[in-house]
């Protein structure tokens, strides 16, 4: 019984401590071994906060909805990492046109009924942004712009935000802007 108090109040005292190695560590006391593994703590999920560009109010994404490598990347830093991705562009490409992009913002984006989409002047100047864009086409504006942005626009339907990276990848390689700048 004695072995095994020594044995737990160590395995607490070496998973309480504050190294930040990912190493493995091996104790021995009175011929009980006790191995411990050290785990990375784990990062700060979000780092940006979304706002609607009708009124300037918090736009709340459920974080779950960022669930490919690209989106997190996203969500974490702003950055679209599928700008300048040729396989992102051409499915980014398919979704503007399926979403009916077109109809108001032409075929490459620069503008037909609606404003241009590639800059560098935009209706919306936060625009210039991939994190700015990405507000605007998810929660729509106050020019007529419904919300295209997954849930919105019915409880099951929309755009979810990797698909929406794809379709802000497809426009700025239509521009010079790359939005991540």
């Given at each position: 019984?004695?072995?095994?108090?020594?044995?737990?109040?160590?395995?607490?005292?070496?998973?309480?401590?504050?190294?930040?190695?990912?190493?493995?560590?091996?104790?021995?006391?009175?011929?009980?071994?006790?191995?411990?593994?050290?785990?990375?703590?784990?990062?700060?999920?979000?780092?940006?906060?979304?706002?609607?560009?009708?009124?300037?109010?918090?736009?709340?994404?459920?974080?779950?909805m960022f669930d490919t490598d690209a989106a997190k990347e996203f969500l974490?830093?702003?950055?679209?990492?599928?700008?300048?991705?040729?396989?992102?562009?051409?499915?980014?490409?398919?979704?503007?046109?399926?979403?009916?992009?077109?109809?108001?913002?032409?075929?490459?984006?620069?503008?037909?009924?609606?404003?241009?989409?590639?800059?560098?002047?935009?209706?919306?100047?936060?625009?210039?942004?991939?994190?700015?864009?990405?507000?605007?086409?998810?929660?729509?504006?106050?020019?007529?712009?419904?919300?295209?942005?997954?849930?919105?626009?019915?409880?099951?339907?929309?755009?979810?935000?990797?698909?929406?990276?794809?379709?802000?990848?497809?426009?700025?390689?239509?521009?010079?802007?790359?939005?991540?700048?």
């Amino acid at each position: 019984m004695f072995k095994q108090s020594i044995t737990l109040i160590l395995f607490l005292l070496i998973s309480c401590s504050d190294q930040s190695d990912n190493t493995i560590q091996e104790q021995t006391t009175n011929d009980v071994a006790v191995v411990v593994e050290k785990i990375e703590p784990k990062k700060p999920s979000r780092t940006i906060t979304f706002i609607k560009t009708t009124d300037g109010s918090n736009l709340i994404i459920p974080e779950v909805m960022f669930d490919t490598d690209a989106a997190k990347e996203f969500l974490a830093t702003g950055k679209n990492i599928y700008v300048g991705d040729a396989k992102a562009i051409k499915m980014g490409k398919k979704r503007y046109n399926l979403w009916s992009c077109t109809q108001c913002h032409g075929p490459t984006a620069k503008g037909q009924v609606g404003p241009g989409l590639t800059g560098p002047d935009f209706r919306y100047p936060k625009d210039a942004t991939n994190k700015g864009m990405f507000e605007t086409i998810w929660a729509g504006t106050n020019g007529g712009m419904g919300a295209k942005g997954f849930g919105l626009m019915t409880a099951d339907d929309g755009i979810t935000p990797d698909e929406m990276l794809k379709i802000i990848a497809f426009i700025r390689s239509n521009g010079s802007i790359t939005g991540n700048e």
